[in-house]
């Protein structure tokens, strides 16, 4: 009964411990700019990002920050050598979940940052990424984790910052011979089996990417299979509870919406066909 009743009191210590920290974090808000942008082309930013320049405390961001995380994951020509890609962020109420948006970006989507975000421990917040111009949003995880932490005072793992930068490059180029949404999907899938593929040997978790892949409709070459394995041993230490069931959340939304596509694609398949009868119908009475 003691054990059972200082159990409780510590719980109670803890969450009166966590309310005040949660309070004063949320809504605090950050700009991150990127350091190589002029001043019309911070002027655009603010602009897409909805904000008067001033109004929220506000960082820069380097391209030698951003190579911290990027150099050897990423190819050169995408990292460049001036930082571009900028940031805005809020943090919201517990169990809020993650608000993402995205201007100018081109080869990053909302649900890319989503879940790399996660990864990164970053759950309760609105995102916003921008740039002047189109840029690959690659570089734009390391201006929101300088956000944050700045915001919360606390540093993010950095295993897992650079395990959230793998996974979002990793997606990205799954993204390019794929469906954008499916790579999310199969990332995910990945994600939530961690506790099981860390007692697999390569050749068995080779199997089961190959299965989950082919759950979605796909057969993916060696070169990628190869990558996904790297990624989820970077992400086995990460594994916790909490991430898994965040990530479970986020792979319901995904799963639906890869889902209704799927239906969407064979209702339109099947008016192609019905449009295509009437035409063979018609040309065979002419």
């Not at 694609?265 to 339109?268: D, M, T, V």
């Given at each position: 009964m003691r054990r059972i009743l200082s159990i409780l009191l510590s719980a109670l210590l803890l969450l009166s411990l966590s309310a005040p920290a949660l309070a004063v974090n949320e809504g605090q808000q950050r700009v991150v700019i990127g350091a190589d942008l002029t001043e019309d082309e911070i002027n655009s930013v603010y602009s897409q990002f909805g904000l008067a320049r001033g109004s929220v405390t506000e960082l820069t961001v380097t391209n030698a920050e951003e190579r911290t995380y990027l150099e050897g994951v990423v190819d050169e020509s995408i990292?460049?050598?001036?930082?571009?890609?900028?940031?805005?962020?809020?943090?919201?109420?517990?169990?809020?979940?993650?608000?993402?948006?995205?201007?100018?970006?081109?080869w990053c989507t909302q649900d890319m940052y989503?879940?790399?975000?996660?990864?990164?421990?970053?759950y309760d917040a609105e995102v916003k990424v921008a740039a002047p111009f189109g840029v690959s949003g690659t570089a734009a995880l390391t201006g929101i984790y300088k956000a944050y932490e700045s915001i919360t005072g606390v540093q993010l793992q950095e295993e897992a910052k650079s395990a959230a930068t793998d996974e979002l490059v990793?997606?990205?180029?799954?993204?390019?011979?794929?469906?954008?949404?499916?790579?999310?999907?199969?990332?995910?899938?990945?994600?939530?089996?961690?506790?099981?593929?860390?007692?697999?040997?390569?050749?068995?978790?080779?199997?089961?990417?190959?299965?989950?892949?082919g759950q979605y409709g796909y057969a993916l070459d060696d070169g990628t299979v190869s990558q996904l394995i790297s990624l989820c041993r970077t992400l086995e230490g990460l594994s916790t509870d909490e991430?898994?069931?965040?990530?479970?959340?986020?792979?319901?939304?995904?799963?639906?919406?890869?889902?209704?596509?799927?239906?969407a694609?064979?209702?339109?398949a099947k008016v192609g066909q019905f449009f295509q009868s009437l035409v063979n119908f018609f040309s065979g009475l002419f």
């Open positions: 990292i460049g050598h001036n930082s571009i890609s900028s940031v805005y962020i809020r943090i919201l109420s517990a169990n809020s979940g993650l608000n993402v948006s995205c201007s100018n970006i081109t989503k879940a790399a975000l996660m990864t990164a421990g970053i990793i997606t990205a180029e799954l993204a390019d011979q794929i469906d954008d949404i499916d790579a999310v999907a199969i990332v995910g899938e990945l994600k939530l089996l961690l506790d099981e593929t860390q007692n697999m040997s390569d050749d068995d978790l080779r199997s089961q990417i190959g299965e989950i892949a991430l898994q069931a965040r990530v479970e959340q986020f792979q319901s939304t995904i799963s639906t919406v890869t889902q209704y596509a799927q239906q694609s064979g209702f339109g």
